[in-house]
């Protein structure tokens, strides 16, 4: 079994210390790919440069995350336009609204996300994005040049099922995450998942964040990292109706094809 990681923060400080035992375990559980997801102006040069480091295990995105947005500036934009023309990145972003937590004033988040939005537009390469409680924001700015990008994931996804079919309806994909896993939170996604099609299912651990609840054993550390991808395959799998493998062949076949992997 062959699985595709789309979203992993191995950039983290916390993986600083094993990074390689990190990656050595992943492989002994079946991911043979990672997306390493850039997401700052410090971090979108790190992705791409753990991309170069595993070729033919790594890819990256290059991106602000909105929690990020104020950091982006004429001299951000530069960086970005750089960084996507590499090979190793695969799609820009992280980028979107985060109207959750709210850690960048909401008009700096809507100017960081245009202004990715339209670097997408010029790079052709797809989009990965981030939405938390801005949906109607989100959707106002994506879907009016949505005809004109390439493909769009909606990475992590946690809401609801009109959401859901908002994004399907603009042609998305949908990466899925732990929260699946969550009994406080993601109950909802365990009865919606089985509406995506499977061509636009995507999965992922958003390590070092989001480590299932219901892992067992759970570890001592308390820090996700990509070996427990399978876990999060055979929750989706359970909740859709299909067998682990079935799961398991068509995201990764989905990843491939999304991020243009060999």
Not at 21 to 44: D, L, N, Q, Y
């Given at each position: 079994?062959?699985?595709?990681?789309?979203?992993?923060?191995?950039?983290?400080?916390s993986?600083?210390?094993?990074?390689?035992?990190v990656?050595e375990?992943?492989?002994?559980?079946?991911?043979?790919?990672?997306?390493?997801?850039?997401?700052?102006?410090?971090?979108?040069?790190?992705?791409l440069e753990?991309a170069?480091?595993?070729?033919?295990?790594m890819?990256?995105?290059?991106?602000i995350?909105p929690?990020?947005?104020?950091e982006?500036?004429?001299e951000t934009?530069?960086?970005?336009?750089e960084?996507?023309?590499?090979?190793?990145?695969?799609?820009?972003?992280?980028?979107?609204?985060d109207?959750?937590?709210?850690?960048?004033?909401?008009?700096?988040q809507l100017?960081?996300?245009?202004?990715?939005?339209?670097?997408?537009?010029?790079?052709g390469?797809?989009?990965?994005?981030?939405?938390?409680?801005a949906h109607?924001d989100?959707?106002?700015?994506?879907?009016?040049?949505r005809?004109r990008?390439?493909?769009v994931?909606?990475?992590?996804?946690?809401?609801?099922?009109?959401?859901?079919?908002d994004y399907?309806?603009?042609?998305c994909?949908?990466?899925?995450?732990?929260?699946?896993?969550?009994?406080?939170?993601?109950?909802h996604?365990?009865?919606?998942?089985g509406?995506i099609?499977?061509?636009r299912?995507?999965i992922?651990?958003?390590?070092p964040?989001?480590?299932?609840?219901?892992?067992?054993?759970m570890?001592?550390?308390r820090?996700?990292?990509?070996?427990?991808l399978?876990?999060?395959?055979?929750?989706?799998?359970?909740?859709?109706?299909?067998s682990?493998?079935?799961?398991?062949?068509?995201?990764?076949?989905?990843?491939m094809?999304?991020?243009?992997?060999d």
């Amino acid at each position: 079994m062959q699985l595709i990681d789309i979203g992993a923060n191995l950039t983290h400080s916390s993986f600083q210390h094993d990074l390689d035992a990190v990656v050595e375990r992943a492989r002994a559980h079946g991911v043979c790919r990672m997306v390493i997801t850039g997401a700052s102006r410090e971090g979108s040069p790190a992705a791409l440069e753990l991309a170069r480091k595993f070729p033919g295990l790594m890819a990256a995105t290059a991106g602000i995350h909105p929690h990020h947005a104020s950091e982006f500036d004429a001299e951000t934009d530069d960086l970005l336009r750089e960084l996507v023309a590499a090979p190793e990145v695969r799609a820009v972003g992280e980028t979107g609204l985060d109207y959750h937590r709210d850690l960048s004033p909401r008009p700096t988040q809507l100017f960081a996300f245009e202004r990715q939005l339209e670097i997408a537009l010029d790079c052709g390469k797809p989009l990965f994005l981030h939405q938390r409680d801005a949906h109607a924001d989100f959707i106002s700015l994506l879907k009016p040049v949505r005809d004109r990008l390439g493909a769009v994931v909606v990475h992590c996804f946690t809401g609801t099922r009109e959401e859901l079919f908002d994004y399907l309806d603009l042609d998305c994909h949908i990466g899925i995450t732990g929260w699946i896993c969550d009994e406080r939170r993601g109950t909802h996604l365990r009865e919606i998942v089985g509406n995506i099609p499977a061509n636009r299912l995507m999965i992922e651990t958003d390590s070092p964040y989001l480590l299932p609840r219901n892992l067992k054993p759970m570890p001592s550390h308390r820090r996700n990292e990509p070996m427990f991808l399978g876990h999060i395959c055979a929750e989706l799998a359970r909740d859709r109706g299909e067998s682990l493998e079935a799961t398991a062949a068509a995201t990764t076949a989905t990843a491939m094809q999304f991020f243009g992997l060999d």
